[in-house]
């Protein structure tokens, strides 16, 4: 059948307005071929090098990129790209409630604290020992996106977007090289005006000796706007530095705990739990002194160690979660630092944590509300003690409580800690806001 030269003649101009519809959206809107960070598998060698993860997770210290050597002119390109989408933005109804996006590159095992016990964020593959893992949520007016795994090495950010967060880990040497890679590695970014806008999330020294990362803050002349530090730097100020609490051990694996009425109201069978590390000369050997010459080792579960053992298998995280759930106090002796993971996953059980209320030698801010002014400030409902002599007489009382008075009051340590982790999705969201998007 003979198609009419009108009809044909329609048809062409009808392909060719279609195809250019196409390539014109894959050009400036896709962002399947422009990279976020990048995902790479690391090739197979005799021997890694580099050290060990947070968590254990060997990591190799060269990552292999493929884009690094093209980094100057995809970055001209990519700007490019960027003022189109912008332009194509501001076209956008006014009237929409306007929204912002943020990437959060987790590149320390606190990023995991971060994103799913404060700002409660799905991440997919649920695998917790998977090369990449990534998840997306929205927290007041941002949009979060969150990337964490041993696949992610450096890349860049979206179109849409040009806020980022770098979760980072400073705890010793070994870590500081490898952050100090990736702040260099965003700075490049922020020098050819990929990314405006930098929040740093950093697991801190525990004598909060973190000098090496002062050089890269704004107020010092760097591109860092906020820094959020665990730890009682004395750094904070509530404007660029405010403090981020150390959190859950999500490094051992262990899990976000969503209260129950199992955990609420069961009968706990031991008064209190002590399953760690004792050092020699500390006060955790007074500790277990006290505990074993007053008679009170029947009314606890505890077990001492010698060594500090970084790896958490499946039946020690089993044992040590049965622990706080069976315990209705967890002692929470000081360590390097007063702030311990302990104390966290103690609330998550709503095992009251009896905390050990002194200063650690180093440089941290001391204080009327130091240490741990951040869970102070909070209005923690812990048990603070100074020395622990102190302890026979705690437990004493324990057991003159009703079944009635513990349910209440596991309720609401349950209730606060829920609070708090609220709380502080609140504050980061907000400081981000008012930082990164001048708004309120």
């Known amino acids: 059948m003979k198609i009419p030269k009108r009809k044909?003649?329609?048809?062409?101009?009808?392909?060719?307005?279609?195809?250019?519809?196409?390539?014109?959206y894959n050009v400036f809107f896709s962002t399947k071929v422009l990279s976020r960070v990048h995902r790479v598998v690391k090739k197979e060698t005799g021997a890694q090098s580099g050290g060990v993860r947070d968590g254990g997770a060997p990591y190799v210290a060269?990552?292999?990129?493929?884009?690094?050597?093209?980094?100057?002119?995809?970055?001209?390109?990519?700007?490019?790209k960027r003022e189109a989408f912008k332009q194509y933005l501001g076209k956008i109804d006014k009237n929409k409630p306007k929204r912002y996006k943020v990437q959060i590159w987790g590149k320390a095992a606190i990023g995991l604290y971060l994103w799913e016990h404060v700002l409660e964020g799905p991440l997919n593959p649920t695998d917790k020992v998977a090369q990449w893992r990534e998840g997306e949520l929205q927290s007041g007016k941002i949009d979060f996106s969150f990337y964490t795994g041993p696949a992610v090495v450096q890349g860049h950010v979206p179109l849409d977007m040009n806020s980022l967060v770098l979760v980072l880990n400073g705890r010793e040497k070994q870590k500081v090289t490898y952050s100090t890679r990736w702040l260099e590695h965003v700075q490049t970014l922020v020098q050819s005006n990929t990314v405006s806008h930098v929040a740093v999330v950093l697991l801190g020294n525990e004598h909060c000796n973190n000098n090496w990362i002062s050089p890269h803050l704004k107020r010092?002349?760097?591109?860092?706007?906020?820094?959020?530090?665990?730890?009682?730097?004395?750094?904070?100020?509530?404007?660029?530095?405010?403090?981020?609490?150390?959190?859950?051990?999500?490094?051992?694996?262990?899990?976000?705990?969503?209260?129950?009425?199992?955990?609420?109201?069961?009968?706990?069978?031991?008064?209190?739990?002590?399953?760690?590390?004792?050092?020699?000369?500390?006060?955790?050997?007074?500790?277990?002194?006290?505990?074993?010459?007053?008679?009170?080792?029947?009314?606890?579960?505890?077990?001492?160690?010698?060594?500090?053992?970084?790896?958490?298998?499946?039946?020690?995280?089993?044992?040590?979660q049965t622990a706080l759930a069976q315990s209705e106090l967890t002692l929470c002796p000081v360590g390097i630092n007063t702030e311990s993971y302990r104390i966290y996953e103690a609330c998550s059980y709503g095992s009251v944590p009896v905390v050990e209320d002194v200063m650690t030698p180093g440089s941290c801010a001391a204080g009327p509300s130091s240490p741990l002014r951040l869970l102070k400030a909070a209005g923690a409902p812990f048990i603070f003690i100074s020395d622990w002599k102190e302890l026979p007489a705690i437990l004493q009382r324990e057991r003159g409580m009703t079944q009635e008075q513990r349910v209440d009051r596991r309720r609401r340590l349950l209730e606060w800690y829920s609070s708090f982790r609220q709380q502080m999705k609140e504050r980061f969201t907000e400081v981000i806001e008012e930082t990164f998007f001048k708004t309120g």
């Open 220 to 320: 010092n002349g760097g591109f860092v706007d906020l820094l959020f530090v665990v730890y009682d730097s004395p750094w904070v100020n509530d404007k660029d530095v405010f403090q981020w609490p150390l959190g859950v051990a999500t490094y051992r694996q262990f899990p976000m705990i969503r209260p129950n009425a199992q955990l609420i109201t069961s009968n706990r069978p031991y008064l209190c739990n002590f399953l760690g590390t004792v050092y020699k000369n500390s006060s955790r050997e007074t500790l277990m002194h006290i505990l074993t010459q007053s008679g009170l080792e029947k009314d606890c579960i505890t077990t001492a160690r010698e060594k500090w053992l970084p790896q958490e298998t499946a039946d020690s995280l089993r044992r040590y």
């Open 8 to 24: 044909l003649f329609l048809l062409l101009i009808f392909a060719y307005v279609a195809f250019s519809l196409y390539a014109a």
């Open 62 to 80: 060269d990552e292999w990129n493929p884009w690094e050597d093209e980094q100057v002119d995809y970055n001209s390109a990519l700007n490019k």
